[in-house]
């Protein structure tokens, strides 16, 4: 009888995001899950919580917190969503200096203890942080991972069928760009089983679902006022840390890095990636309209004032 090999996962961050990445792993019985978080006991806890839900939600993987990076080794992905979150009135890059300072701390333990790791960023601003990580790490790019479009996109799955009043697993989205108030959403590859949604919808409906797309993460933190998103965050990054892991190949929007496609390069964006066991497999370049490649510069600017921000402060 062939054994299939055990996976682990660390999961940096042991908040809102991290700990609901965590309790998504155990769900789909993913692997192993390692939770670390530098606030004592916080990890401890809720790996312990999550270890006594096991019984009634039917998985037996393992689950440890921890405040000593060591315990991360040899960890197969690594999700990382330590960090500040936004509050109101915050846009994604006022978390810049902050962040940045503690993802490149973070990124020097993943290079000691676990050196072979396919590591997926959460942290905002995601963009550049994702390139700050691929910086500091001196991983393949192949093996750093920003999660963004994947969030974005099911998000706009969800507007599309609360308007339609369809079944959201019959809708697909595809949202390219920065994760940020200029993402590209774009309805030409929008489907409702098939059908583009530019068939089922006036165009002032769909641009306001565009709209609401690139504003979906504003939304929650109005709402929620104490902090940011976490649910569809943390299932987007799971829904990647999946497709690795178990070699789906799933075609999912990914912060990967741009080496010439659409015109750029040299700077991490949402672009649809196939996701497979050696990461990244392949970067899809799309034809898109001039009007989205234009604000797909546009959003690259932004993200490239991010990066020079980072070396203004010394981080990068
Ligand atoms: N190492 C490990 N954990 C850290 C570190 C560090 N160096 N610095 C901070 N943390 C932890 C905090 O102690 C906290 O428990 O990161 C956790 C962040 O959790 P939350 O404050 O609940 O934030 P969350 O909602 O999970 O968002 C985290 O993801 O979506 C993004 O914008 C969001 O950047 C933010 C990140």
Known sequence: ???????KIASIGAGNVGASAAQYCLELELGDV??????????QGKALDLTEAGPIRGYSSQCVGTNDYADIEGSDVVIVTAGLPRKPGMTRLDLLE?????????????KQYAPDSTVIIVTNPLD????????????PPERVIGMAGCLDS???RSFV????GVSMKNVDTMVLGSH??????????????????????????IDAIVERTRKGGGEIVSLLKTGSAFYAPAASAVRMAQSIIRDEKQLLPCAALLTGQYGLEDIYMGVPCVLGKDGVEKILELEISDADQASLHKSAEEVRSG??????????
């Open 1 to 7: 009888m062939s054994v299939g090999k055990k996976f």
């Open 307 to 316: 990066i020079a921000g980072l070396q203004e402060r010394g981080i990068l």
């Open 161 to 164: 069928a609360m308007e339609l």
């Open 128 to 139: 550049v942080m994702v390139y700050l990580a691929y910086q500091k790490l001196g991983f």
């Open 154 to 156: 099911s998000r706009m």
């Open 180 to 205: 940020g108030d200029d993402m590209v959403p774009l309805p030409h590859y929008t489907t409702v089983s098939g059908i583009p949604i530019t068939k089922l919808l006036p165009q002032e409906r």
């Open 34 to 43: 390692v939770l670390t978080d530098i606030v004592e006991g916080l990890p």
């Open 98 to 110: 902050k962040n940045g300072n503690i993802i490149s701390g973070i990124c020097e333990n993943i």
